[in-house]
């Protein structure tokens, strides 16, 4: 009988034990950086539709930014990063900011500057202008958490489009009533 109880009492310290030390082991291989990664080309409009669509030179050089807000709409973090000769940018930012946790869903990456004399206006294609916020990881393996965006725009000014807005083009008369016609 004591020595069913010794055994059972070994058996049980080793599970504590090896339960503790996975414990330890999860924490350890916790991400603490978060990496933002994507593309920044220029759309011609010059080319046919297939090209505009999914063609695009990489631009160097150019500034995109990432913002990121608390659940108050309060900016807590704001960085940047130029892209290099591929157009590619990757900003690495600390998962653990002032103390709190960074509340990446409240991220935003954007467009800030082009470099190129040519290729230098925003486009909202791929959400450039707007911005694109950050949701789910694209990949989340051993301490990495990575999201990959999709590309941003720009483009050259014979390219940008018009402004439509109705407001401008609608004739006033003398008391100030709106219409299309005189």
Known sequence: MGFAVVVVMIIAASVIAGCTNNMAVLAWDEPHIIHVAGKVLCQDCTQGWNEWIS?????????????????????????????????????????????????????????????????????????????????????VYRGLIKHLLKPLYYTTPMCDKPDTDNSDSEYKDAQGQRGHYK
Do not use: H, W
């Open 55 to 139: 063609g695009g030179n990489p631009i160097k050089g150019v500034k995109v930014s990432l913002t990121c807000m608390d659940k108050r709409s309060r900016v807590v973090y704001y960085t940047s990063d130029a892209t290099d000769e591929l157009g590619q940018y990757e900003i690495t930012v600390n998962k653990y900011f002032n103390g709190k946790e960074l509340y990446t869903k409240g991220c935003t990456v954007r467009l800030v500057s082009s470099p190129d004399d040519v290729c230098n206006i925003l486009t909202e294609f791929g959400g450039g202008n707007s911005g694109i916020k950050l949701s789910r990881p694209t990949s």
